[in-house]
């Protein structure tokens, strides 16, 4: 018993304690590892795509365009809306072919598609069929006029003297489409034949699509927000011609008509109404008048054409009367008072925005 007692009585012996080493390792351990070196916050993609980076991306869908436009001495534009959904032809005996959706590379179903002319001579084409393919015909004339008008006015702004205050030659309405095919592609082509700059204001849309190949490249755009490029259509147009379409062509065409009605843009558009036999089955503008919906003096707003001569003519005259005689007034009284005109920014680096009332 009392060997137990001594035994369990007995200290137990005790551990010997860490080295100098062994605490400085034991410290280290729990330092976590080094962090590597967080993003900047306009280059980290999951922020900028994020539901909260929406702003900046609205904000860079509007100064990034700008610099562009101030680049590439751009001062205003003339503006073309129209169908996308039917390709150009080069030659009267190229094949159509109706496309799925605005702006697709995807051709529609072909049940969808014009009849083909032994189709129709054989008797087997469809009636929808036959009715496109009629329309198709129609469509490749007014793909030909958007070219030849496009070349008209930019072989027409060239000849225009440039503000020589301002430094280098600022590019006068310049030719500008949504940037897809269709008549948006013949405006870019007649601008571009004709040596000019053209502007193409493209929409990223949920399906396959390209810019046509006629726009300029430094002033190719493609927006994700569609107001934005609204802004850019709007804001810079000195006139606009509206040639037959669908869903999208009516909303642009209806969005300006809008604001040229309200007077709130300080400035005046030319709206050229092009193929007066398509737009007044689609709208019965009398009609509109008649029922109150829209004043007698509305239809005033725009001008109907069906050639490009005519059409030329219209915003030629418009162009000039509310925008080149106002400034070369200016300039001459400018002139007579001995004075130096003091230049905005937006004057001297441009584009030139419309004032909003």
Do not use: C
């Amino acid at each position: 018993m009392s060997d137990e007692i001594e035994t369990t009585g007995r200290p137990e012996k005790s551990e010997s304690a860490p080295t100098e080493a062994e605490s400085v390792q034991a410290t280290l351990d729990q330092v976590p590892p080094h962090l590597d070196r967080a993003p900047l916050a306009y280059e980290n993609s999951a922020f900028i795509n994020s539901a909260d980076g929406r702003l900046i991306r609205i904000l860079a869908e509007y100064t990034e365009p700008l610099a562009r436009f101030r680049r590439e001495r751009i001062q205003d534009t003339v503006v073309f809306f129209g169908s996308a959904r039917f390709n150009g032809r080069e030659e009267a005996d190229r094949a159509l072919e109706l496309l799925a959706n605005t702006g697709s590379l995807a051709p529609a179903p072909q049940h969808e598609q014009p009849a083909s002319i032994p189709d129709i001579a054989q008797g087997t084409a469809s009636e929808l069929g036959r009715r496109r393919a009629v329309a198709a015909v129609e469509m490749a004339r007014y793909y030909e006029d958007a070219r030849r008008l496009a070349h008209m006015i930019t072989t027409w702004a060239a000849t225009l003297p440039s503000d020589s205050r301002a430094g280098a030659k600022r590019h006068r309405f310049v030719i500008t489409s949504g940037g897809g095919p269709g008549i948006m592609e013949a405006a870019n082509r007649g601008a571009h034949e004709a040596g000019g700059k053209t502007i193409g204001l493209n929409i990223r849309l949920p399906f396959e699509q390209r810019p046509n190949s006629y726009i300029t490249p430094a002033l190719n755009f493609e927006f994700h927000y569609f107001f934005m490029r609204k802004l850019w259509f709007a804001y810079l147009a000195k006139a606009l011609v509206v040639f037959p379409g669908g869903f999208g062509t009516i909303d642009e065409m209806f969005e300006v008509l809008t604001l040229v009605q309200t007077h709130k843009l300080a400035k005046n558009i030319t709206v050229v109404i092009y193929g007066s036999e398509y737009w007044k089955k689609v709208f019965n503008f009398d009609w509109l008048v008649e029922t109150g919906a829209i004043s007698p003096a509305d239809v005033d707003l725009f001008h109907f054409a069906d050639t490009p001569e005519q059409a030329f003519e219209l915003l030629k005259q418009g162009l000039i009367t509310h925008h080149l005689e106002p400034e070369a007034h200016r300039k001459s009284a400018e002139a007579a008072a001995d004075s130096i005109p003091s230049l905005t920014p937006e004057e001297l680096l441009g584009p030139e925005f419309a004032r909003t009332l």
